[in-house]
Every structure is written in structure tokens, then in C-alpha cells.
């Protein structure tokens, strides 16, 4: 019923014209949350009680040996059964059987290769999201890497396939930064991730390394998501076809993006995390499907502590920004320090959404514990981040619903996903403007190199639009530009919705890029 009345609401919105129509509109429905694209699947068990389990930090992945002077990684994608919410056992999807996956602490000038080995029952693409990757080891929606032990199926489909095994050219020449590497198959991106298919990919450098930010044990990478749970513990996905082999996307009710009501961070639900009271560096990302963050940490009986941000999707700002509250759309990541030292010790700071309600307003706690020397700082001056300066060429996409065969699903220009029909061929090294329009929220990525926000709505930049990024958080109606230039690799690439359900659902558009003309 609750389904039917808000297909019926929409409906008539996309009648009305889309994105104007939705334009300042706080609410879509009644079971859409503020602030959301999305609606929430309740879990079928009871959830724990935040702050009850520490905050775990994802192991860091070494290299096995090198190979043509690159150093050489070895991954396996398997399942395995995990402890998630205490005294149960829930079955992931993990890179090297981990949720999230191992964190790769990689340098810029050094290249690595990843050795991708498929143990899951289906085939898998792992992309590197915010790396500038030549286009073989992209990821590419439709280069399946098939399970070992199936050499027959899935043969008809059109991409490069590999099979058991497939390496990935990572030749790291960017400049510090936080990634993090996910599943990208076409149609079935949203159930891989949310089965655990993530994980961070740090790329350092000299100019981060000489600053004198926190770090050690006070530099904490947070990975953001919600899941759901089954009655026994399992996490949750209203896939429509639970084999996740053919038919993509999620039941009617949830095309807006799936919002699971438990909050975990690093994998843990809600948990608590004991601190020096002195800065602390935070690495965030939201690896969420479809829901979006507006972090705030609270203190009792205090003012909140604000977040001075450092760097963005594409690494360190030129210089500091500070928020009260932190809006972390799905793929984005924020580098931002917190001064624990603010609060006596025994105070108990958390990290809040305040688009949350209940339990999805609580995010992560720290409790200051300790007294300690901090001889950290931020620097007015972090780094040198080059203007863009935009050519003459301009082009547009339209974020919106539309048709997917039979079904319904999300479009870019009013096109599904069509993996051999370009939406754009770019000139490497010509810088353009890209205008983004949306009828409701959409997270806007575009792969192979970052960009930086002009305008919106014909404003300056928003207040997380700072520095180099991969993905921008268009918010419902709204229209951002943002200046874009591709360098070094020529082939084919994606820029898609971060919203993963409407990913899956065809919001997706190759992007060629060529060498240009001599
Ligand atoms: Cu985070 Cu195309 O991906
Ligand atoms: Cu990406
Ligand atoms: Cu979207």
C-alpha cells in the first residue's frame, strides 16, 4: 500500500515535467526519509544497541612480490561468514573474505598490479573508484571476471572476459588521495557492494607526508554504509532476481535506492572507538548504496565539534575548510581532522546523520580516554590544487526516471546504459564544461580523472564542492556545473549515478576518450 500511493504521487510528478516539478521539494513521500533517495527495508530481527562494539580498522593489504617492476597483490573475492551483530554469523561477499575489503596504502610514481582471483558463485568487475586507470583495468561494466571452475557460462556476453583470475594496472601516478575499489558489474553493482564488495585504496605522497597532520593510530579511515538484516542474520537486498545473474535491479518499492536500517562502520554496527584526547584525522567514505550522510558530532552538554576539512574525493584541499556538519553523498569521501583534545577526558563524543531518525541517526562514538602530547597541526596552506580552465565545449545530462525496457528504471539524456553507443567523446587534455540536472538526488561520478565544481544553480560552488572530485552530490532539481578534463588514457569509460540501485537500474553513459586531433 505505502508503495502504491508514492508510485502514484510520482507519477503524477513526472507528469508534471521531472525536475522543476521536484524542485524544493523536502519530501517525496511518507516513507521516503528527509534528505533521501531511497526507502528503508526494516530489518526482519532485532538490531543491537549502538556503541556497544568497537570500532574495527580494516587490515592493510601487503604485496606478495613484484612483477615488471610494479609491486604485486594478490586479492580472492570469497565468501565468508563473519561476526556482524554480536553472537550471529552473517555471509559476505569480501575481497580476500573481508567487509570491508583490506585497505591498499599505495605511493604516487610507484604502479602496482592487482591480481583479482573470483572464488563467488557469480562473475564480478572490480573498479577503482577516483584512480587514473588505463581502461583495460578499469573495470568495465561488462569485463567479467568469471569464478574459477566455470569456463562455460556467461560466454555470450560481450565484454572482455577473464576467467578464475584477471590483473589490474594500477600505474598510480596521482597525486595523494582516498579511493576505494568496489564492484562495477553491469545491472548487479548495488547487491555485490552491499554483500561486501568494498574497500579503501589509500594513495600517499610526499607533499600529504610532509605536513603535519595526524597520524598512526589517529589517522582513522570510517567506511559509511547501512544493510539490513533477514531473521537470521543475513544482510537483506530486495534483489528481483536473487541469483543476481540476469535481471537487474531491486522490487518497485525500493527503485529509489535501498536504505538498511543498521549503520556500520568499518563493518561494525554503531560501534565505539577509544581515543587520545588530541586531533585525529578521519578518512570518510560513504560506500553506501543510496544513503547520504550529514555527519554532525555531538557533545554532551556542549557545543557540537566541528570537522575541518583537508581533502576531498581527489585528495588534499589548497586549503582548510571548516563545517558544522558534514554532507557525504554515496562515493564521496571527505579527509577531514577533529579535535578530540577540545573535550575533558572521559567525554564521550558521536558522530551523527542528522537526516537520520532512531537508529539511523547514530552513526560511530568516541570516547576520550586518554590524556596525550599532540604535536599535530593543520596548515592554512595544504596544497597546490591547479584552476581549471574550462574550452569552449559544453555539454548536459539529465539525471532522471525513465523506462528501462518494461520496467521502470533511471536514465542519463532519457538513455539507458548502452555500453557501445557513447554519450560523449572527449578530446584528452581539453578541458570542458559538464552541466549535471537531476529530478531527484543523484551522486553524479565520472570516472578516469576528478573534476572540480563551477556552479550551482548558478551560485558558486556548495560548501562540499571544495578541491578535486570524482563525484558531486546533485541535489533533487538542481543544476551543477562542473569542469572536466581527461588526460592520458584513451578508451572507453563510464560516468554513471553513484546511487548504486539506480546504477544497476541503466543510469549509466560511456564516455570516450580520444587522442586528440594533431
Ligand atoms: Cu564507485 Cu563507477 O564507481
Ligand atoms: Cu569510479
Ligand atoms: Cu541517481
Known amino acids: 500500500m505505502r508503495s502504491l500511493s ?47 562494539v568497537p570500532l574495527p580498522r580494516p587490515a592493510v593489504v601487503r604485496p606478495v612480490g613484484t612483477e615488471g617492476g610494479a609491486d604485486l597483490y594478490a586479492i580472492t573475492q570469497r565468501s565468508a561468514d563473519v561476526e556482524i551483530l554480536p553472537g550471529t554469523r552473517t555471509t559476505i561477499w569480501g575481497y580476500d573474505g573481508t567487509f570491508p575489503g583490506p585497505t591498499f596504502e599505495t605511493r604516487t610514481g610507484r604502479p602496482i598490479v592487482v591480481r583479482h582471483r573470483n572464488e563467488l558463485p557469480v562473475p564480478t568487475v572490480v573498479h577503482l573508484h577516483g584512480g587514473h586507470t588505463p581502461p583495460e583495468s578499469d573495470g568495465w561494466p561488462l569485463d567479467l571476471l568469471l569464478p574459477v571452475g566455470q569456463p562455460t557460462a556467461h560466454q555470450h556476453m560481450p565484454g572482455d572476459l577473464a576467467l578464475g583470475t584477471r590483473d589490474h594496472h594500477y600505474p ?28 579503501l585504496h589509500l594513495v600517499r605522497d610526499e607533499v600529504e607526508e610532509a605536513l603535519p597532520l595526524p597520524r598512526g593510530d589517529r589517522e582513522i579511515p570510517l567506511v559509511l554504509c547501512d544493510r539490513s538484516f533477514t531473521a537470521d542474520a ?23 535506492g535501498v536504505l538498511g536500517d543498521c549503520i556500520l562502520v568499518n563493518g561494525a554496527p554503531w560501534p565505539v572507538a577509544e581515543v587520545d584526547a588530541a586531533r585525529h584525522r578521519l578518512r570518510i567514505l560513504n560506500a553506501a548504496n543510496a544513503r547520504r550522510f550529514s555527519l554532525a ?3 554532551p552538554g556542549g557545543p557540537n565539534l566541528p570537522f575541518t576539512q583537508i581533502g576531498s574525493d581527489g585528495g588534499l584541499l589548497a586549503a582548510p575548510v571548516e563545517h558544522a556538519t558534514l554532507d ?50 593543520v596548515p592554512t596552506r595544504l596544497s597546490e590544487v591547479e584552476q581549471l580552465v574550462p574550452g569552449p565545449v559544453r555539454r548536459e545530462f539529465v539525471f532522471r526516471r525513465g523506462a528501462l525496457g518494461d520496467h521502470r528504471g533511471w536514465t542519463i539524456n532519457d538513455r539507458t546504459f548502452d555500453p557501445d553507443g557513447s554519450q560523449a567523446d572527449v578530446p584528452l587534455g581539453e578541458t570542458e564544461v559538464w552541466r549535471f540536472r537531476t529530478d531527484v538526488h543523484h551522486p553524479v561520478h565520472v570516472h578516469l580523472d ?9 551560485r558558486g560552488p556548495g560548501p562540499f564542492d571544495g578541491g578535486w572530485k570524482d563525484t558531486v552530490d546533485v541535489r533533487p532539481g538542481e543544476i551543477v556545473d562542473v569542469a572536466v578534463r581527461f588526460s592520458d588514457y584513451a578508451g572507453r569509460f563510464v560516468m554513471h549515478c553513484h546511487n548504486l540501485e539506480h546504477e544497476d537500474m541503466a543510469m549509466m553513459a560511456t564516455v570516450r576518450t580520444t587522442r586528440s586531433k594533431p
Open 6 to 52: 508514492r508510485r502514484g504521487f510520482l507519477g503524477v510528478l513526472a507528469a508534471a515535467g521531472g525536475s522543476a516539478a521536484l524542485a524544493g521539494c523536502g519530501a517525496l513521500g511518507i516513507d521516503t526519509p528527509p534528505g533521501q533517495t531511497g526507502d528503508t527495508l526494516p530489518s526482519a530481527r532485532p538490531l543491537p544497541e549502538p556503541y556497544r
Open 172 to 199: 598510480t601516478t596521482q597525486r595523494a588521495a582516498t579511493l576505494w575499489y568496489h564492484d562495477h558489474r553491469m545491472d548487479f553493482t548495488g547487491p555485490a557492494v552491499y554483500f561486501g564488495l568494498a574497500g
Open 234 to 256: 543475513q544482510f537483506a537486498y530486495p534483489a528481483l532476481d536473487r541469483t543476481l545473474t540476469r535481471l537487474p535491479g531491486v522490487e518497485d518499492e525500493w527503485m529509489e
Open 297 to 299: 558530532l555531538e557533545v
Open 328 to 377: 557525504v553523498a554515496p562515493g564521496e569521501r571527505f579527509d577531514v581532522v577533529v579535535d578530540l583534545g577540545q573535550v575533558p577526558v572521559g567525554t564521550e563524543v558521536t558522530m551523527v546523520n542528522v537526516l537520520g531518525r532512531g537508529g539511523t541517526r547514530e552513526v560511530l562514538r568516541f570516547r576520550v580516554v586518554r590524556a596525550a602530547r599532540d604535536d599535530s597541526a
Open 450 to 458: 576528478p573534476f572540480q565544481v563551477l556552479a550551482r544553480d548558478g
